[in-house]
């Protein structure tokens, strides 16, 4: 019988000593984090400033590749004429020709990298500015929606699409930046 009252004031106590135990001390509760996902290749192929910059820098391009293919036709020309003095010349003075040619082409390869550099330059300054505001968008989104992680398409191998935020992130960039202005490469 005290068998029996004993194992009643041990529940009791048991049960009653629970539940005035501190709220850190009961069983966590987990949060599950709000998680999105962003298909930045997406953005890169289809966003309209994105569009915008290629299509300057192709111009740019076309244009720098008209002043070297007249370098190079120019460098032809003077190698021919070159070749033709070869018999012409005496074998110092052709010699001195053949150096300056070869000044002319190093300065021809030096142009070519120079433009390529500026090139680059150019379209990664811009690019910068849109991947600038790519992540002020997605910051805010995340803030707004109450994302904890977003994650690019490709770190994924499975996601159901509505965690995909690749869509209103594109839209919100083609609104708020619907072009950006390359600098003219060079200066």
Request: aromatic share 4%; hydrophobic share 45%; no cysteine.
């Amino acid at each position: 019988m005290w068998y029996r009252t004993a194992l009643l004031v041990g529940v009791i106590v048991a049960v009653t000593g629970l539940k005035s135990l501190p709220v850190a001390a009961q069983a966590p509760t987990t949060v599950a984090p709000g998680i999105a996902v962003l298909d930045v290749d997406s953005i890169r192929r289809d966003a309209a400033s994105i569009k915008a910059v290629r299509e300057q820098i192709a111009k740019y391009r076309n244009s720098f590749q008209t002043e070297i293919d007249n370098e190079e036709k120019n460098l032809r020309t003077a190698n021919q004429e070159l070749a033709k003095k070869q018999s012409l010349l005496a074998p110092e003075a052709f010699a001195a020709e053949r150096t300056k040619f070869e000044q002319r082409v190093v300065e021809v390869q030096r142009l070519v990298q120079k433009r390529r550099i500026e090139l680059e330059k150019v379209q990664e300054e811009a690019l910068g500015k849109i991947e600038q505001v790519v992540n002020e968008i997605v910051a805010t989104m995340a803030r707004d929606r109450g994302y904890s992680v977003v994650l690019k398409r490709g770190q994924t191998v499975v996601v159901d699409i509505k965690l995909d935020i690749t869509k209103d992130v594109l839209a919100a960039l083609d609104k708020r930046l619907p072009t950006v202005k390359v600098t003219t490469p060079g200066k």
